[in-house]
C-alpha cells in the first residue's frame, strides 16, 4: 500500500483559505529536518517507547508520533506528549527555505490515534482550538 494523499483545509487551524495536499508520513525519519529541529531529540516513531509521565528515565524520549503529514509549505504533527498528564496534540508548521514554524498547536481528545485520513475529518470540523 503506497503512502495516502489527503487535502485539508487548513482554514480552521489559522491559515484561512489554505488547503494542502499532505502525505502521510509514520516514521519521524521521514519529517522535514526543520521540523524534527522544532521538536527536537525527544521524539520517537509510533509504537517506540516513551515517557508517558513524569515518573520514569529522564532520558527516555517525552514525545511519540501518532501520524503526520507533509505537503509542499507545510508540515502537520500529530503526536502523543508525556509528562505529568499525558496529552495528545496536533500542530502544524508552515515550511519555508529549511526552516520550520509552528504556526497552530492544539491539544486532542485523549486516546485519540488517528491516520491522517481521521485527522483530516477532526481539523475540518473545527473541533480543535
Known sequence: MGDPKVDIDLSSLGQRGEHATFMEVNSVERLPRAVRNELGDGIVDPGKAFQITDVGSPNEPSQRLVVAGVAEKYCLVH??????????????????????????VSKMEPGRNLNL???????????LR
Open 79 to 104: 503526536y502523543e506528549q508525556g509528562g505529568i498528564v499525558h496529552l495528545w496534540m496536533v500542530a502544524l508548521f508552515k515550511l519555508s527555505n529549511d526552516k520550520a514554524k509552528r504556526v497552530w
Open 117 to 127: 485520513l481521521e485527522l483530516k475529518a477532526v481539523i475540518e470540523s473545527g473541533k
